[in-house]
């Protein structure tokens, strides 16, 4: 039987494209073949010069890294947006679509009022369309609003 190499018998392991010998090859076998494997080759460096093996191992001092400087404008982050649809004697409607529109008319969002009638959603600083769907009571109606860079919170 033909004795496999430690990264012969892992890539079996690993990708499964190989069929395993009749014997079963356990992670442990094929870490204790990569140690082997290890210590023949430490014993082979020893074989070699001192001045050999540094040559080989010559590494350049790295650089001081540069420092980064903090952005001088604040990166865009998501706002919270929140909204509350109410009937005509000020209760929340609930199971009310929300469409959220871009300013290029695109919908980029869709959600549905809770039982209390209030949705929220959280919205990069821009321009916007809230657009309310509802059969019963009927409801179709935009609402326009803007978030700023610097709101913490956008009320509808």
């Not at 004795?3 to 018998?9: G, H, I, P, R, V």
């Not at 079963?24 to 494997?37: D, G, S, T």
């Not at 919270?80 to 004697?89: A, E, H, S, T, Y």
């Amino acid at each position: 039987m033909e004795e496999k190499s430690a990264f012969d018998l892992l890539s079996e392991l690993y990708n499964g494209q190989k069929a395993l010998s009749t014997r079963m090859v356990n992670l442990e076998e094929a870490l204790l073949l990569i140690l082997k494997e290890l210590r023949e080759k430490e014993d082979l460096l020893k074989t070699i010069p001192e001045e050999k093996r540094k040559e080989s191992f010559v590494m350049e001092t790295p650089q001081e890294m540069p420092k980064v400087e903090e952005p001088k404008e604040k990166v865009a982050k998501n706002i919270r947006v929140v909204g509350k649809i109410k009937n005509d004697q000020d209760k929340g409607l609930g199971g009310v679509v929300v469409q959220i529109y871009d300013i290029r008319n695109n919908i980029i969002k869709t959600t549905k009022t809770n039982k209390a009638g209030q949705y929220f959603s959280f919205l990069p600083p821009g321009k916007y369309t809230a657009h309310y769907i509802n059969e019963k009571p009927k409801i179709d109606k935009n609402i326009n609003f803007e978030i700023e860079l610097n709101d913490k919170e956008v009320r509808i």
